[in-house]
């Protein structure tokens, strides 16, 4: 009896059904609102490294607190603590910052770098200064002044003469030498031009470069050298580290994602309505429609 009366309310009622599949319809397309995903177009102004940054941040200065309560703390601990507090000194570095993400005294260049910059004559040196100096003292011009010979002679030289003074044409300094006097065309050029470019594309200048431009303390070069310090990746400080590293790692990607779903739903919640609830509702009316067009149809 309630499917026949049903059937029989519909039948009485085709303008009710319309209005009703309409409402759905409606209903079903300001779901989908929140329903589809996040457009490609929608996600272009998402600042994705500023939340991951911002993240980080956050974690760090959090993890700081917790050691920083501490009665007494771990090497590892203080290690962290050390590297957070100065983030800032890392990304705006002193030259001898720079020699010790060189190895410092524990590797010849960090250690030719300390050297320089503590002679007298360099307390106010610059990082430009710094390069000029290294340059003129690599190991690329030191071999190339003892072979190439006199500066006076070096002019009336032809390029198979400074070829074979350097080693012959297989001879490493030999190459680069070659490689300048291509740059420039095979030009005539000096000694001390020739010098000059040798020193400014030494290997040393170029690791210079590397580091000086080190802004993240995070950097993984950074975290090597502080767990060298700490004794080793195998020490148990060493360990401790890295897992303190790896818990903030967590932690900042838990509340990457959190910030974005956040983000997510700010995009869907600003999406426009009207046409969403148009479609969904042209769709509820086009279905009954036809619905009882087929009724009225069979019925005839």
Do not use: W
Not at 158 to 178: N, W
Not at 180 to 189: G, S, T, Y
Not at 202 to 209: H, K, M, R, T
């Amino acid at each position: 009896m309630d499917v026949s009366a049903v059937k029989s309310y519909e039948k009485r009622n085709p303008l009710q059904t319309v209005i009703n599949s309409t409402l759905i319809g409606a209903a079903v397309g300001y779901g989908a609102k929140y329903a589809i995903p996040v457009q490609e177009r929608e996600k272009k102004n998402i600042a994705y490294r500023a939340i991951a940054n911002s993240a980080r941040k956050n974690e760090n200065e959090k993890k700081v607190n917790a050691l920083k309560i501490l009665k007494s703390r771990t090497p590892a601990q203080d290690a962290f603590i050390k590297l957070v507090d100065e983030r800032d000194q890392f990304k705006y570095p002193t030259l001898k910052n720079i020699a010790e993400r060189l190895g410092g005294n524990d590797s010849p260049l960090g250690k030719q770098v300390l050297e320089i910059i503590g002679r007298p004559e360099n307390k106010e040196m610059k990082l430009d200064q710094l390069k000029e100096i290294l340059a003129q003292e690599s190991a690329d011009v030191k071999l190339f002044k003892e072979k190439a010979g006199d500066k006076e002679a070096f002019k009336s030289l032809t390029l198979d003469d400074i070829t074979a003074k350097l080693g012959g044409e297989d001879a490493p300094l030999a190459k680069k030498v070659l490689s300048i006097f291509k740059q420039n065309d095979n030009k005539n050029l000096d000694f001390d031009s020739v010098a000059f470019t040798l020193g400014k594309n030494s290997p040393e200048v170029a690791e210079l470069n590397r580091v000086s431009r080190f802004k993240n303390c995070f950097v993984s070069e950074n975290i090597q050298n502080i767990v060298k310090k700490l004794g080793g990746e195998a020490s148990d400080a060493g360990k401790e580290f890295r897992q303190i590293i790896k818990e903030v790692d967590q932690n900042a990607s838990k509340t990457s994602r959190a910030i974005l779903r956040g983000v997510h739903k700010h995009l869907k919640d600003i999406r426009y309505t009207a046409p969403l609830l148009l479609t969904g509702a042209a769709a509820g009316f086009a279905g009954a429609f036809i619905k009882n067009y087929l009724s009225h149809k069979t019925e005839a």
